[in-house]
């Protein structure tokens, strides 16, 4: 049988109770983290060019897609194609923003911003919608947000922060490119490379999308040695082990399209492009 013919046969046998969230994180170390938090064990389940690890006892489904924006669209498209799912979440570690996201916090995201998306002009950066290109900020569903936010604020939790994640495909590596995001993105939390691109995939198949990160290091000058990664990995964990995932795969199960995204959740008609 195919990973296509798989997809097929799920799709066919979708209905209540079938919802899952297909969670998507860049390198197979996150995707270990998240499904530590997840009871019981997974299998490995087909899927042109990757494999989804499918938890054994909760509804979901975890994809190491790569590193950066592009990566994460193009896989988190292909899983969406194969299988129905309720929600999808972009998760990992990510740098944070002090002092609103210090390392080892848990970060949720209220907004995923392209932050780099766009073109420097003489009078600084525009970004793709000032442009008239498209869009560069989803938003999760705030009801989401809301039921994560208290969840992982609970006695089990490693509690979380709110705020915008910023997708960048440059990770910041100097005090000023910090300083000029955060005035650029007031309230910033976390930066990372992968959670615009996993909405835009998400968006297309009109599935809700949400970011969730766990803090390894500060946005600023770059300092390996000072990286926390174990201990990002370990919130990652705590985190899933405490979202109640079954109540986020209880909304309606979004099908696949038949002839594909744009035959049933086509993009809104962008403006038109400055000239000036």
């Given amino acids: 049988m195919t990973a296509h013919d798989a997809g097929n046969g799920e799709h ?3 209905g209540p109770g079938r919802a899952r969230l297909l969670v998507v994180v860049a390198v197979a170390a996150e995707a270990e983290a998240v499904l530590r938090g997840l009871p019981g064990g997974s299998a490995a389940l087909p899927l042109p060019g990757g494999t989804l690890h499918r938890a054994e006892d909760a509804p979901v489904d975890v994809l190491a897609a790569g590193v950066g924006p592009a990566a994460a669209a193009a896989a988190a498209a292909t899983a969406l194609a194969a299988r129905p799912y309720a929600l999808v979440v972009s998760a990992g570690i990510a740098g944070g923003f002090a002092p609103h996201a210090p390392v080892g916090a848990t ?5 995923i911003v392209a932050a780099d998306l766009g073109a420097e002009t003489p009078e600084g950066f525009a970004d793709v919608a000032e ?4 869009t560069t900020r989803h938003t999760p569903p705030p009801a989401v947000v809301a039921l994560v936010t208290a969840a992982l604020a609970g006695p089990d939790g490693p509690g ?3 705020g915008p994640v910023l997708t960048v495909s440059t990770v910041t590596g100097s005090a000023g490119r ?3 995001l955060a005035a650029r993105h007031p309230g910033a939390a976390a930066e990372a490379m992968e959670g615009f691109g996993v909405a835009e995939a998400a968006a297309r198949y009109g599935v809700p999308a949400l970011e969730l990160r766990t ?3 500060p946005v600023g000058p770059r300092d390996r040695a000072a990286w926390r990664i174990g201990e990002a990995l370990g919130a990652l ?3 899933f082990a405490a979202l109640p995932v079954h109540e986020l795969a209880s909304v309606p199960v979004h099908e696949p399209a038949v002839n594909g995204p744009a035959a049933r959740h086509a993009p809104e008609p962008a403006a038109a492009p400055r000239t000036d």
């Avoid at 970060?107 to 907004?111: F, N, P, Q």
């Fill in 160 to 162: 979380a922060v709110t």
């Fill in 178 to 180: 910090a300083a000029e």
């Fill in 237 to 239: 964990e705590r985190a």
């Fill in 107 to 111: 970060v949720v995201a209220d907004a």
């Fill in 131 to 134: 442009l008239g290109f498209g």
């Fill in 12 to 14: 066919e046998q979708s």
């Fill in 215 to 217: 803090v390894s290091n």
